[in-house]
């Protein structure tokens, strides 16, 4: 027998019976259409979890909690290197041997027929929001989820509402529109083909939902109207902000006539050339609405009015002149070739974008006043008016590595202008704090007579207490005079501060003919460079502490150093710890900063200073360093209690160190300071003639030094605080008393030669001569 044909059912028929059934279910406006449910199997059992699983209504089940866990302790400790392992461990222990289901929440979106795992509510909104410190601090991310927000008219303030969701801006929401979804929406209101009719609160809710399923979300579908517009701004708790972006006329004057009466600020965004009302009326209650610009209109007088006859006063409040011209040219299109008032995509996101980031400011306190913005991009992005139209010259390389050339050699034996001034070029080439070069030398020829006075222009105030890196540098200037002098065969007498009537005259020093030798080759002296490059620990060296504890003994100091991996890893810390303080201060940040030179060009132009190059920073630490050169940058972080990043480079450099020394001189006088830099320079030419790299690290000495005697003049109570206890676990390592100078602490390393060397001043520029005597200022520059 031949099987019986089957018969399909016709499928226009089974379509429309299909859609019918769809349309009424998207249609529903109970609560299990657009609001989730929420599972705590710790709190709720698993009776309604288990009902909502027979019912067959969830299509799927997603559970990424061990992600969210992971990714949780990651955040919590971003400084920290996590092995998988340890991070898996770690992520887990959040359970506390319960069930991984019982932790967190079970969200039903009845929408997407989906069932999604999540976190506890605090650690949800910890982690969601992760991402926005520190432009928004913990605590202002705290204040902001307390706040409730209306919004009135959900296509910008459908983006705005959704933008305001994800920046975790808002807690408790109210949104009102009385329209459905239409297919001529979906040009600028985020939505799907599948969400065609459905309510627009529906639509925004279900949205901001799916971002955050703990907010407090109340629909107003049937919209604002003259008898319950005060139940939507006070009903449940005042609101904090109301973002109007209806189409009604009437309505928007009726809702700012209210939140003038209950003080309520209001935003609008008209997605028009970006422009943003801000009517603070919780600061100004006798404000008039849309800032005067209608004054005689009020909301009783529009009710009912036809459209034509409110252009009038739509025209008065956008102000026409000010209006895009395409804007201006749909105005008497609409009712003939337009239906309504066009609106585009970009500018309804640009719109939701900036009511959101002036809500964030607003709520938090920050300054925002009333009045009319434009965020237009016809006019930002417009020719003339953007940056780099041509690209910037790459900068060509800094002076290199090489050693500062010489006058020529003068004859040995003869006490000259010639040889004063080689004996000068030598000495210039002595380290200073910051590169200052804090010196002008003058040759005085009758009395044979070189003058070293100090140039307080080239001081750094906040950086250097009572001038002591001053005369630090004084005293290697002074050890590299009497070098030269004795490489000519010329004897050196120097005098410090001879004159009590000038103390600008640090030191002069007199030269006669007589036999005399250098302790260490003239090119050494040239060769003497800071060198900040970052390598591999290795060894000192057998034999190369003693002898550099000899070099700094014979001028009057003591060398300490440390060399253990526990010390330098203490140090380490402790340096950056210093770094950190000192550049989050903002006098010694200014002094800091305006030492620097920061391309090849300003270092060729201003050959004092430090050229970024000299601090051998990778192209990350650059590109951070620049940014941090503006103070309005630490000042940020200072608020936060941010800036740890400022320790790493210390802690790097000192990671790589053979050792870290300091050099302390008996007393805490000028004298002390000037014989410390005498046993500096020593130390130094010493290393560098056995091919050891320097690098001084001297934040902190100096920070201790203006604690301790200055009374923290320049700090305020908590650098106090942190620096006496940094001072505590400092004296750990160095066993300094409170009657010695700390000269100088440094890193001594085994690492290639450096890229850059500091500039040094002409000397034209730091030396001059005159046939006169005495201690006068003549051709002093």
Known sequence: ????????????????RLADRGTDHADSADAAGWRPTLFRLDRNGTDGLTALLDSGAVRRVHDRLADQLRALVATRRPADRHPAAELERRAWAFLVGRHPADHGTWVWYPWSGTLVHTLPEAEYRELRTARNRHKITTTEQRRLAGTRIGVVGLSVGNAAAVTLALEGIGGAFKIADLDRLELSNLNRIRGRLADL????????????????????????????RPENVDEFLLGGGKLDLVVEECDDLHLKVLIRERARAHRIPVLMDTSDRGMLDVERFDLEPDRPVFHGLAPSVRAADLCGLAAPDKIPFMLAILDEERLSTRAAACLPEVGHTLETWPQLASGVALGGAVVADTARRLLLGEPVPSGRYYVDPDALVAPGAGLHHTPPTVPTATAGSDAPALPPEPRRGAVCAEAARWIAAVGTLAPSAHNAQPWSLTWRGDAARLECRHDPARDLPSLDFEHGATWVAFGALAENLELASAHLGLRADTRTWPDPDDPALVCTVTLTPGPASPRVPIEVVGRRATNRRRGPRRPLGAGLAPLLEAACAEAGGRLRLLAAEPELAEIGALIGAGDRLSLLNEPMHRDAMAGYRWTPEEARARPYGLDLATAELTGAE?????????????????????????????????????????????GTARESYLRGGRAMQRLWLAATAHDVALQPMTALPYLFARLERGGGQGLDQGERASLRALRTRYRRLFDTGTDEAEVLLFRLAHVAAPSARSLRRPLDQAFSSSRGSGSGTAGWR
């Open 197 to 224: 009719g459905a309510e627009k609160t529906v639509l925004a809710a279900r949205q901001m939902f799916d971002v955050d399923p703990y907010l407090e979300i109340e629909r107003w579908a049937g919209g604002i």
């Open 1 to 16: 027998m031949p099987q019986e044909a089957h018969v399909s059912e016709d499928p226009r028929g089974r379509l429309r």
């Open 622 to 666: 650059q590109a951070v360093f620049r940014v941090l050169r503006q103070w309005r940058v630490m000042a940020c972080l200072s608020e936060f209690g941010g800036g740890r990043a400022l320790e790493d480079l210390a802690r790097s450099s000192v990671a790589g160190a053979s050792a870290v020394g300091l050099i302390t001189v008996p």
